[in-house]
């Protein structure tokens, strides 16, 4: 199983865009990268999966990088209601420890 | 919009008792999950099952704990004996197509609390 990495924790601003990195470097060819949030007191939610391309959904935007180890997740203007963990995924429905995201008002 | 239900929302049971967690998924999915979060941790996996068949489980998944879809609607997670370190939140999630070019659903969650 891919390994992922995340930062424990991070800061935004309301309003402002928002980038949430993930490294797996060990992710195969055929590994999915998926992302999930789980708001407070709430299951995971779907937020985005891709391959290889870029990635655009209503919630956020997904960046894979060209050699796949590492990925991006965009929001673009985060609100108070974007506050939560954010787990990156880089096999079949497994989770990391995920990153915290605070949104200042 | 179709969602996940799980039920009891809270469970608390005595160490040594089974428990069995239900849960509906969503109606047309076909892959269905059972994860854990013990508090203040991540979300781990437990087991996936497609077709009656459990397609994999974790290291988590020992022999307490058994998964069944008794008919054609409900999803059950059975622990067989519970133990002080069972207490957690239970998720099930559902996906249409399962595998790794897909969505999961996941619900509300059931606390368990053995005691």
């Known amino acids: 199983d891919a390994k992922t990495t995340q930062p424990n924790s991070m800061e935004s601003n309301e309003e402002e865009p928002v980038h949430l990195p993930c490294n797996h470097s060990?992710?195969?060819?055929?590994?999915?990268i998926h992302w999930y949030r789980q708001l407070p007191s709430q299951g995971p939610e779907y937020v985005i999966h891709?391959?290889?391309s870029n990635v655009n959904n209503r919630m956020a935007s997904l960046a894979i990088a060209e050699d796949r180890k590492s990925s991006t997740l965009i929001l673009h203007r985060a609100t108070l209601r974007d506050a939560a963990v954010y787990y990156c995924s880089a096999n079949d429905m497994r989770f990391g420890a995920g990153t915290r995201l605070t949104v200042k008002p | 919009e179709p969602e996940v239900t799980q039920t009891p929302s809270h469970q608390v049971t005595q160490m040594g008792q089974e428990v069995i967690l239900r849960c509906v998924p969503i109606s047309n999915h076909l892959y269905f999950y059972w994860y854990r979060q013990i508090l203040g941790q991540k979300v781990e996996f437990l087991v996936s099952f497609y077709n009656n068949e459990i397609s994999e489980k974790s290291e988590i998944f020992d022999d307490q704990f058994s998964v069944e879809r008794p008919d054609g609607s409900n999803f059950t997670l059975k622990i067989r004996s519970t133990k002080l370190e069972d207490s957690a939140m239970y998720f099930c999630?559902?996906?249409?197509?399962?595998?790794?070019?897909?969505?999961?659903?996941f619900g509300q969650g059931t606390r368990l609390t053995v005691v």
């Open positions: 891709g391959l290889t």
């Open positions: 060990t992710i195969s060819g055929t590994d999915y």
């Open positions: 999630a559902s996906s249409k197509t399962g595998g790794p070019n897909t969505e999961a659903f």
